[in-house]
């Protein structure tokens, strides 16, 4: 089926997540009416040079001979108009060659390449990632001779952390960093998972790669940041010959087949150290989280994606009698559960996409701010959203993917139709970039327990006034009356949490990270409503239905939810792998 960016879809929801102020606080040579062309202009690339090669970037793949690899077929010329086009540049800094754009716009255009062709995206997504590492962390001659090019996109970028024996434990990495007597580095191990790690769809790859000094302490105390690349880079940015670094294999995946995985071989490479030894891990988070909002991102993309085809499938497919009309044969779309589903992916896509822009806006007012205080209230709020905005909206995206080829039925089972590719590629995002169970201890261990959990009452508050506000609308009453049951299950169990650590808060980790998903999800949908309230264009009028269908059917749930936080530690440790085994 053809793909259609949801440039509408976009707008709305930039427009209702706070960053119309954003652009006349600190973009005032942005306005609406140019958000909307660029974002016109995105949906236009996505679709028409990016979505024709999902199919087959997942029918035929990246390819792997001689020692290198190549990008599914087609990519590597995508990937020339992508750049030539300015798409790579949006929101990094003019010093640097940027166009200085919001973060939620890069995010916007962003979610269209994914949704057009997730397999694609991540070679961009993850130089975005690289820039922003550089531009905090990188020496004066990585700004002056690498950060251009990787923003230009002439050079892309990795993140090379995982090794065979250590994966979310950093602490057991053992790629070496030796002194090379110059200055710099020789960098000698084996990283694998390693996302567009060689391919051919750029004259070079910059790498950002963790190791070990000779003389570091133990854990990850002893971790520092290195910066080499494909080819060697000269004083005067000139390129020279090829590095010690290669592709050893790519890996045979469940999905996203277009793009390379690597394993990333290292036989005394040329390096730099990026910012001071010892302190690579917490240099690298500047990319991971970057990485990991983008990779939230994905999750609604693809689920976008997937909602797409449904639809489409749905006012097709025609099998017996409807419910409302009678008409037989009817299309599938006529009865009531199926009508509900597809009502549901929607809302859920439209809740992730709420939050993970509410996140970008929030990254610029963390900069852009005017007063100290609005820039750290902002920060804070960025620092507990991030996680969720990863976590939720993947797992959300995996969810929207399977009910697509329900509504498919058998057909959804079978290759052909591309409703099982949607699956399959969704499948990695909670995965990736930390998995989603790290991002809820992560949620629960550090971003909540944060100034004793000030970032998430500040956030609680904000939300009711929104349920109080719904509440007074009489099309919109009982979408108050369940956000603000939500709220204050959130409430709840947000106390239990700050007041039980260790084990106990370990455990109720991922359904309390769901539950704020589920109630900020409920939030963002009640403030799209309240925008669209009194219009008479059917388009506007379905935000009202998709929240009180949320509401109904998702925010109902929160009380419940909220129970199970707080309950059940005892009885995980108590269970062996022996019981459950029997």
Known sequence: MTFRAPVRDLAFALSTVGHDALLASAFPELDADTVLAVLEAAGDFADNELAPLNRR??????????????????????????????????????????????????????????????????????TQAAIEALAQHGTERQKRLVLPKLVSGEWTGSMQLTEPQSGSDLAALTTRAQPDGEGGYRLTGQKIYITWGDHDAAENICHLVLARTPDAPPGVKGISLFLTSKLAVADDGSLGP??????????????????????????????????????????????????????????????????????????????????????????????????????????????????????????????????????????????????????????????????????HGGMGFIEETGAAQHYRDARIAPIYEDTNGIQAIVLVGRKLRAADGAAMRSLCADMAATADTLSKDAGLASVGARLSAGVAALERATDWVLANGGAASLAAATPYLKLCGDVIGGWMLGRQALAAAGSDDPWMRSKGALARLYAGQVLAQAPGVADGVCDGEADLEATSAAALAG
């Not at 800094?93 to 940027?98: A, H, I, L, N």
């Not at 009508?339 to 939050?355: D, N, S, V, Y």
């Open 57 to 126: 970037g997942d029918t035929e793949g990246a390819r792997y001979a001689n020692g290198k690899a190549t990008a599914a077929p087609g990519f590597a010329a995508a990937y020339q108009a992508f750049v030539a086009a300015g798409w790579n540049s949006l929101s990094a800094d003019p010093e640097y060659g940027g166009q200085g754009l919001p973060k939620a716009m890069e995010l916007a255009v962003f979610e269209m390449v994914h949704a057009a062709n997730m397999a694609f995206g991540l070679c961009p997504m993850l």
């Open 242 to 407: 090829p590095n010690a670094v290669r592709a050893g294999s790519i890996e045979h995946k469940l999905g996203i087949h277009g793009s390379p995985t690597c394993v990333m071989l290292f036989e005394g490479a040329k390096a730099e150290l990026v910012g001071e030894v010892g302190q690579g891990l917490a240099h690298m988070f500047v990319m991971m989280n970057a990485a990991r909002l983008q990779v939230g991102v994905q999750g609604v993309a693809i689920a976008e994606r997937a909602f797409q085809q449904a639809l489409a499938f749905s006012q097709e497919r025609r099998q017996g009698k409807a419910a409302w009309s009678q008409d037989y044969p009817a299309a599938i779309y006529d009865h009531p559960d199926v009508r509900r589903t597809l009502m549901l992916m929607k809302a859920k896509i439209e809740a992730a996409r709420g939050i993970c822009l509410t996140t970008g806006v929030l990254a610029d007012l963390a900069r852009l701010a005017d007063t100290e205080a609005a820039r750290d209230a902002a920060r804070a709020r960025q620092e507990l959203l991030t996680p969720i905005a990863k976590a939720w909206s993947t797992d959300m995206g995996v969810e929207v993917a399977s009910m697509g080829v329900q509504v």
